[in-house]
């Protein structure tokens, strides 16, 4: 018996395979890391960044759509909830995060709302969601119809501004700060940071603010709006004349003043600006780290700038048992919650909690003990952290000095930090804020004191 023919061609068409979009694929991943299992932002990105293999525009653009995202939460999750009759939160973790990147997209990036809705549709679908991707397209053209209504709210509900930041920590900031205080440092949170360069040669910065078309901070600071399309091709980078470097992470070095000749001891000390700092003024540089990964970081830098420090791969309080070296500085920047970097490092916002949020104030109290141990009579111990919490600033330095009568603080000066004199405090030690620097960009969050030990 002849077999039957079939001339509809459907019978034999397979079924077109959903599209996948590899960088918002990798956004979504990176965004998982960071939100549900902790990871921190920059090393999540660069792994599976690694493992996607994509080409730089994806990067940037995957990049973009992460930070901005976390960066935005909790406005996106407020416009997002007001369509939904149930939150996704406990019912689907990850089709959440897929849809918190499309409301990003459609309400803070350049991207076409179509792209956004489809895109994202299709990202469900992959991911084998297709409930909600029904949910989601339904969800994402009422955020694309009203977002004009949302981006108004944006710019002009100042109130709406305290969404960026978790409760219970709003609720320190404002104790330990001010309300208004509070509410200015979350609408700097909401921007994209500039880039800072440290000079290795201040001298040179007159001549580089035109180069790089930047702005002149302080006596070594040049700040960009933006670094382009890559750092690495910027005026000056080739020939190691200036590194990135927050302003405000620069202040501690320039605070010591004169230090040319001086045996200085750069502790937790990777990626390395202070050490480049440091050796660029003329000291004597031990930079210490127990991280040899990162510490790789501070050799290339060293290398890029012709800079010279011994660099140590070891923990601090073992190496400060055994060394019999004493210093006339001992600069010490402490591991903390670095509640001051959050513009740069959005995730912090969203992957600390009350309970996680000091632990590391008792490793302070001990590293501390440890390295006052390593200055000379007269010499200084610099104490430094990245955080906005005063347990592990103004606290941490009060309990020092009572534990340690022959320290006392050394005032730091205005002249020694003429880019942000007004974050000098009346104890003499130093406190920025995001808000200082506000109308050229903000800066981070940081604290640090001279502590000078007496002869």
Aim: aromatic share 6%; with cysteine.
């Amino acid at each position: 018996m002849a077999r039957p023919q079939f001339n509809d061609k459907r019978n034999y068409t397979p079924k077109p395979k959903v599209k996948i979009d590899r960088a918002r694929t990798t956004a979504l991943e990176v965004l998982i890391a960071v939100l549900d299992n902790g990871a921190p932002l920059d090393i999540a990105f660069d792994d599976l960044v690694k493992e996607a293999k994509l080409e730089n525009l994806d990067v940037r653009f995957a990049r973009h759509l992460v930070a901005t995202t976390l960066r935005r939460m909790g406005q996106i999750d407020l416009a997002l909830n007001s369509y939904l009759e149930k939150p996704l939160e406990h019912r689907n973790r990850e089709g959440l995060h897929v849809l918190r990147l499309a409301v990003c997209q459609i309400l803070f990036m350049d991207t076409a709302d179509h792209a956004a809705v489809s895109t994202s549709v299709d990202l469900l679908n992959a991911r084998k969601m297709s409930g909600i991707a029904k949910l989601g397209n339904a969800v994402l053209r009422k955020v694309a119809g009203d977002q004009e209504k949302w981006k108004d709210r944006v710019i002009n509900d100042g109130g709406l501004q305290r969404v960026s930041l978790p409760l219970w920590l709003r609720q320190r900031w404002i104790k330990a700060h001010g309300q208004e205080a509070v509410t200015e440092i979350a609408k700097v949170f909401l921007s994209i940071p500039p880039f800072d360069l440290t000079l290795q040669d201040a001298s040179e910065q007159e001549a580089l603010v035109g180069k790089l078309e930047g702005e002149a901070l302080g006596n070594s600071t040049i700040r960009l709006k933006s670094a382009g399309s890559s750092i690495t091709t910027l005026p000056g980078f080739e020939e190691g004349r200036w590194w990135l470097q927050d302003v405000a992470a620069t202040l501690p070095v320039l605070a010591l003043g004169d230090i040319s000749g001086l045996d200085v001891a750069d502790l937790c000390s990777a990626p390395g600006g202070k050490t480049l700092q440091l050796a660029a003024a003329g000291a004597k540089v031990v930079s210490l780290d127990q991280n040899e990964h990162r510490l790789k970081r501070v050799h290339e830098n060293l290398e890029r700038v012709n800079l010279k420090a011994e660099v140590i791969a070891e923990d601090l309080m073992e190496w400060a048992k055994k060394t019999s070296k004493m210093f006339d500085v001992v600069l010490l920047d402490a591991p903390c919650s670095a509640t001051g970097t959050i513009r740069r490092h959005p995730d912090i916002l969203w992957n600390r909690d009350p309970a996680k949020l000091l632990q590391y104030v008792p490793v302070q109290k001990e590293m501390l003990s440890a390295s006052a141990g390593l200055v000379k009579p007269g010499g200084v111990l610099l104490y430094a952290v990245c955080s906005q919490e005063p347990d592990e600033g103004e606290k941490q330095v009060d309990a020092f000095l009572s534990r340690n009568p022959d320290f006392a603080i050394g005032p730091v000066k205005p002249e020694d930090i003429p880019a942000i004199p007004e974050a000098i405090c009346d104890e003499g030690w130093v406190r920025t804020l995001p808000t200082m620097l506000a109308e050229q960009g903000g800066m981070d969050g940081f604290f640090f004191a001279k502590l000078r030990r007496k002869n």
